[in-house]
């Protein structure tokens, strides 16, 4: 309703309000006749301000009618031409190529020198142009259009593809199998004719114990060996130590690069990490090597460590060998150009700045913990040296204003050394003073 109401008319339409919830009044009626529950919350049944009629209605949180919707999710042929392009130039055509449904500056072909409308020479055809108006969705549908039956020829040719290598596998499976039957039956006529079949079946149950390794097995359909993740024999690698603080194992490539026994002699390791097999034995020589055969195959020389071996050793070997002489000519070279030969024979550089990479590592309050302690540096001049009996030296006591001993409390420099009762005269003549 529109306007303010006044009271008597608010009052009539709580009490309209109660009645409908109660049912002893009607309920009220939209539009279409429907009727509204009364039990409704008010900020569901009022439409808002700017589309209210001042009916009572819930058109407004009711969705939009599907079949008012003007737009359609059909296709169009996109990029189609209509037909055999025209011999002649048509009167409001493109000027450029000569189709009839756009016009000049929506034209996609190349910019030419003389445009159709001048030339009348390669007009080209009209494009399929269709009114079709889509909704929202369907306009940003990325498969609106696709056809499903295009699909199906993927799913065939690959079925073609693995019908084809299934056939060559076969054909490979019985030529190996040829092959197979006519070594055995080579080696049966040989066997017959040399030797006695007992010890060749002795022969032939040593290898075949010996084919049938732990952590292996053998498909024999596909001649193909499967290794095993891992056999019972071996240990997993995070139970060598259950600390959780200890090395750190990666269990995605089964990987544990530090030490899990570190508190144990290392020559009595079972396992010492994936760090120290990979840089024990001629681990790092190779990579050197395999570093040098990626150089010198980036340079241009056939070098290749797998495929041969041998000479990428020896070629490795003369690089260094010339490599070490090169550097001893152009060292030879600059000393004889500059001189400063004196300078390499320099000494250690612990004798020469007092340096050292030794590490020495400290407590909080002061104490060695791992290393060696430096030693101190000594002074020019003569250091704990007592004379004249004192125990302490000169400077170590410090009384209104004058330095003295320690020992004594003498502030008499060079004197005698009184002890104990040189300190208890001084607290007594301290005290007579005191007094008077």
């Known amino acids: 309703m529109s306007g303010k109401l006044s009271r008597e008319e608010y009052r009539k339409q709580k009490d309209l309000e109660a009645a409908r919830k109660a049912g002893t009044a009607p309920a ?27 009916q009572p209605s819930l ?47 929506d034209c996609v072909e190349r910019p030419r020198k003389k445009g159709a409308k001048w030339t009348g020479k390669n007009i080209k055809e009209d494009e399929v142009v269709q009114n079709v108006e889509m909704a929202f969705d369907a306009k940003r549908d990325r498969w609106n259009g696709y056809d499903t039956a295009e699909h199906k020829k993927i799913y065939e040719e690959y079925e073609q593809i693995e019908e084809a290598r299934r056939k060559l596998k076969e054909s490979e499976l019985d030529k190996q199998d040829a092959k197979a039957a006519a070594m055995a039956s080579k080696m049966e006529n040989n066997a017959n004719e ?71 002699d290392p020559n009595n390791l079972i396992y010492a990490g994936d760090n120290f097999q990979r840089y024990s034995g001629n681990t790092s020589d190779m990579a050197s090597l395999q570093l040098f055969a990626w150089q010198a ?52 550089r612990e004798l020469l700045l007092a340096q050292t990479e030794n590490y020495v590592e400290y407590s909080r309050s002061g104490r060695v913990l791992k290393g060696q302690e430096p030693a101190k540096a000594k002074s020019k001049y003569q250091e704990d040296v007592y004379i004249n009996n004192h125990t302490s030296v000169w400077g170590s006591f410090w009384s209104e204003g004058k330095w003295g001993y320690k020992c004594c409390r003498s502030f008499l420099k060079g004197s005698y050394c009184t002890g104990k009762a040189g300190i208890e005269a001084a607290e007594a003549s301290a005290n007579l003073l005191s007094k008077d």
């Not at 919350?41 to 009629?53: F, L, R, T, V």
């Not at 011999?87 to 000027?95: I, L």
């Open 194 to 264: 040399f030797g006695d079949s007992d010890d060749d079946d002795d022969d032939e149950e040593k290898y075949a114990d010996k084919f049938d390794m732990p952590g292996q097995k053998v498909n024999a359909k596909t001649r193909t060996t499967i290794r095993n993740l891992r056999i019972r024999e071996d240990r997993a690698k995070y139970l060598y130590n259950l600390d959780p603080n200890s090395a750190h194992y990666d269990p995605k490539t089964r990987s544990m690069r530090e030490n899990p026994l570190k508190d144990q």
């Open 28 to 54: 009220a009626r939209d539009e279409e006749g429907r009727e509204i529950n009364p039990h409704i919350p008010q900020y569901i049944s009022e439409a808002p301000w700017y589309i209210n009629d001042g």
């Open 59 to 105: 058109k407004h949180q009711r969705a939009p009618n599907a079949n008012e919707d003007r737009f359609t999710d059909e296709w169009y042929q996109r990029g189609q031409k209509a037909g055999p392009a025209a011999t002649k130039y048509r009167k409001g055509a493109c000027e450029n190529c000569g189709a009839m449904t756009h016009k000049t500056r």
């Open 297 to 348: 195959s980036e340079k241009g020389s056939d070098v290749h460590v797998q495929a041969n071996p041998t000479q990428a050793e020896l070629l490795h070997k003369k690089f260094k060998e010339k490599k070490a002489e090169q550097q001893d000519m152009s060292k030879t070279s600059i000393l004889a150009k500059y001189g400063g030969e004196e300078h390499l024979d320099a000494p250690a």
